[in-house]
């Protein structure tokens, strides 16, 4: 399994850009890359997934360099209703039970 | 309505007594998952089930079971409940995705459970 490494916490403020990083220096060749969104006493909610280079919908966009040893979670101009916990998780297909959550990065949106 | 329903929302209950979480599901999928969340930390898997003939064991399924009445319906169980269970509870279903995506976990809005 993939392990992931992704700050505890960051602080930003509304209108700015965040990005969060995830390690994963022993992704597989077939692993792809997923990151959801927990609010609290919610259940976590899938922003966006990819493989390599760039994926974009409407929520976020993900940017994984060539070797796929981290990838970036970008969310354009954060408002105070993106503070949340977001997961980085690595696992290939077919494989959901190997999905693992660690801690997430806990996202504070100042005003 | 919810794709991912999971009974009761709360739940207080005394050491020693077996308490039952039920989920229901509107998506249509074959993959279902119960999760555990403790305060500050990521989610553990249970248990997973990809069928309903299918039930598997997670990292932490000591102290629990599940039964997986339908394809809609997976539900677990505490035979004997004791405070450290205490914590929110959630249950997934998955897509499983289509060659061209991976698997895509969708959550029901999770049940606090707190064992006194």
């Known amino acids: 399994l993939a392990k992931t490494t992704q700050p505890i916490s960051m602080d930003s403020y509304e209108g700015q850009e965040v990005n969060i990083t995830c390690s994963h220096n022993?992704?597989?060749?077939?692993?792809?890359i997923t990151w959801y969104q927990q609010f609290p006493s919610q259940g976590p909610r899938f922003i966006i997934q990819?493989?390599?280079t760039k994926v974009t919908n409407e929520v976020a966009s993900l940017f994984i360099p060539a070797d796929r040893k981290s990838s970036t979670l970008s969310l354009p101009r954060v408002s105070l209703s993106d503070t949340a916990v977001y997961y980085c998780?690595?696992?290939?297909?077919?494989?959901?039970?190997?999905?693992?959550f660690g801690p997430g990065t806990r996202l504070s949106v100042l005003p | 309505d919810a794709d991912v329903t999971q009974t009761p929302r709360n739940r207080i209950t005394k050491t020693g007594k077996r308490i039952m979480l039920e989920c229901s599901q509107t998506?249509?999928?074959?993959?279902m998952y119960w999760y555990r969340q403790d305060p500050g930390l990521g989610l553990r898997l249970i248990y997973y089930?990809?069928?309903?003939?299918?039930?598997n064991k997670g990292e932490i399924s000591d102290g629990y079971s599940v039964s997986r009445q339908a394809q809609a319906k997976f539900s677990l169980s505490l035979e004997s409940a004791i405070p450290n269970q205490t914590a929110l509870y959630f249950c997934?279903?998955?897509?499983?995705?289509?060659?061209?995506?991976?698997?895509?976990?969708?959550f029901g809005s999770g049940t606090q459970l707190s064992v006194l």
């Open positions: 089930s990809f069928d309903v003939k299918d039930i």
């Open positions: 990819g493989y390599k």
């Open positions: 998506k249509g999928h074959d993959r």
């Open positions: 998780l690595v696992a290939g297909p077919n494989y959901g039970q190997n999905f693992v």
């Open positions: 022993n992704i597989a060749t077939n692993d792809y």
């Open positions: 997934a279903t998955s897509d499983p995705g289509d060659g061209a995506t991976n698997e895509k976990l969708f």
